[in-house]
């Protein structure tokens, strides 16, 4: 197993809650915005404030997400000291629930600043999607029956920051969903959920000793690995099985010649251990970010 030394703790407050914002999955909810944007390009229905708006409710709920899961998380105790990986910020004392509360519907609010915004552009339709993410993002670890604990973190990303997203991203353009955007909304979805699975294996066993039965924790370690490598490759399948059928733009085919970036990421599912699985994790953000670029100028043209 590799030598990954233990992170430092944040110098100050301000970095704290940066830390618990977990800036480098991010991108999960960059990405489908992205896609939905270049959709809205090949479409010639293109406007700067909505994509501008779309990325920071975006940006914005997953901030809240992550912040939510790092205080629920801590209240049933499932971010224990022996955990590998980023510490996180409250069950390390680092920020008080309290702040971490306040932390989050800040976020929210800010989520919702964008989403009246885009509520005077195309209308109910963004309301839909903006509380049925607010409610999803909330009962994934808290409320009396989190889902997350349940197996079905993996489903709920990939309906909300796959099919959701992507759509509800072209949708704010001109209130429109053709096809090609539930389309490429599952290879959005299942890269989420790839980087979940990567997150939920580097975890599998605290997670166990914690009682947070993640899907990873209920059909164990072997088949955890055999499903990322599975959910990459389906990824990939999709978008070249969508463009060559003409269901998508063609060019969009070109999101394939990343295919060789998820080599390594294979290989490293298939075999490491407990913080060796950190550069998974990365790794795979990375991957959907460059994929969902790809995909993002193949629509566009």
């Not at 992170?7 to 704290?16: D, I, K, L, M, Q």
């Not at 680092?94 to 702040?99: E, F, G, H, K, Y």
């Not at 963004?126 to 889902?147: F, H, K, N, Q």
Request: net charge positive; hydrophobic share 50%.
């Amino acid at each position: 197993m590799g030598g990954v030394p233990p992170p430092e703790r944040p110098s100050s407050r301000g970095a704290a809650f940066l830390a618990g914002a977990r800036p480098r999955t991010l991108p999960a909810a960059v990405s489908p915005v992205l896609v939905g944007g270049g959709l809205a390009i090949g479409d010639k229905a293109f406007r700067l404030d909505a994509f501008l708006a779309a990325l920071l409710a975006s940006v914005a709920i997953q901030v809240a997400a992550n912040y939510a899961n790092d205080v629920s998380d801590a209240r049933r105790g499932a971010d224990s000291a022996d955990r590998v990986g980023p510490p996180r910020m409250v069950a390390s004392g680092v920020i008080d629930p309290r702040w971490m509360w306040w932390a989050t519907a800040a976020a929210l609010t800010v989520a919702g600043l964008a989403g009246a915004y885009l509520y005077t552009l195309v209308g109910w339709p963004v309301i839909v999607i903006g509380l049925a993410s607010v409610l999803a993002m909330l009962t994934y670890v808290g409320g009396p029956i989190p889902y997350g604990y349940r197996g079905l973190g993996e489903v709920a990303v990939f309906v909300f920051f796959g099919l959701v997203a992507t759509v509800g991203s072209r949708m704010v353009h001109d209130g429109s969903a053709p096809g090609s955007s539930y389309l490429l909304g599952i290879p959005m979805g299942l890269f989420a959920a790839a980087i979940l699975v990567a997150n939920n294996l580097r975890d599998i066993h605290t997670d166990g000793r914690a009682g947070k039965r993640t899907l990873a924790v209920m059909i164990g370690e072997p088949r955890t690995r055999r499903l990322y490598q599975l959910i990459i490759g389906t990824s990939f399948g999709c978008i070249a099985a969508f463009a060559a059928a003409d269901w998508t733009p063609l060019p969009t085919a070109i999101a394939c010649f990343w295919l060789p970036l998820a080599a390594p990421l294979l290989r490293t599912a298939s075999g490491a251990q407990s913080a060796d699985l950190i550069p998974l994790l990365k790794g795979t953000v990375r991957l959907q970010l460059v994929v969902a670029m790809s995909l993002a100028a193949g629509a566009a043209l």
